[in-house]
C-alpha cells in the first residue's frame, strides 16, 4: 500500500526529492516516516510527519533534509538538499497506525564524491 521512488544517482550536493504514495483506505495515522539503511548497517529513523504537521529529523539531516506531504494526495515527500556520499542508502517510507506498520518497497539513493 506504499510506493517509493525518487531515488538516483546524485553527486555530492545535488538533491534529490523522494516520495511515498499510499493507496486505500488507512485509518488511525499516527506518523508517516522515512527511513533509511545503508549497505552493512542497521536501517535508522530520518524524518517523521505527524498529523498535525509537526515534523522531526534526525541530527545528520537536520538542515538539509525536509519531509512534507500532500494530504489530498495520499504522498509524503523527502526533499533532500546538500547530499553527502554518507547519505547513500535504501530508503523506505513508513505508514505508522495504531494498528500497524506499513513499508514501502525502498528506493536506492547514490551520492558519489
Known amino acids: 500500500q506504499l510506493q517509493a521512488s525518487g531515488g538516483g544517482l546524485v553527486q555530492a550536493g545535488g538533491s534529490l526529492r523522494l516520495s511515498c504514495a499510499a493507496s486505500?483506505?488507512?485509518?488511525?495515522?499516527?506518523?508517516r516516516r522515512w527511513y533509511r539503511q545503508a549497505p552493512g548497517k542497521e536501517r535508522e529513523w530520518v524524518a517523521a510527519?505527524?498529523?498535525?504537521?509537526?515534523?522531526n529529523y534526525a541530527d545528520s539531516v537536520k538542515g538539509r533534509f525536509t519531509i512534507s506531504r500532500d494530504s489530498a494526495k495520499k504522498t509524503v515527500y523527502l526533499q533532500m538538499n546538500s547530499l553527502e556520499p554518507e547519505d547513500t542508502a535504501v530508503y523506505f517510507c513508513?505508514?505508522?497506525?495504531?494498528?500497524?506498520?506499513?513499508w514501502g518497497q525502498g528506493t536506492q539513493v547514490t551520492v558519489s564524491s
Open positions: 513508513n505508514l505508522y497506525t495504531v494498528y500497524r506498520e506499513y
Open positions: 486505500g483506505s488507512i485509518n488511525g495515522i499516527k506518523a
Open positions: 510527519i505527524l498529523p498535525n504537521g509537526s515534523v
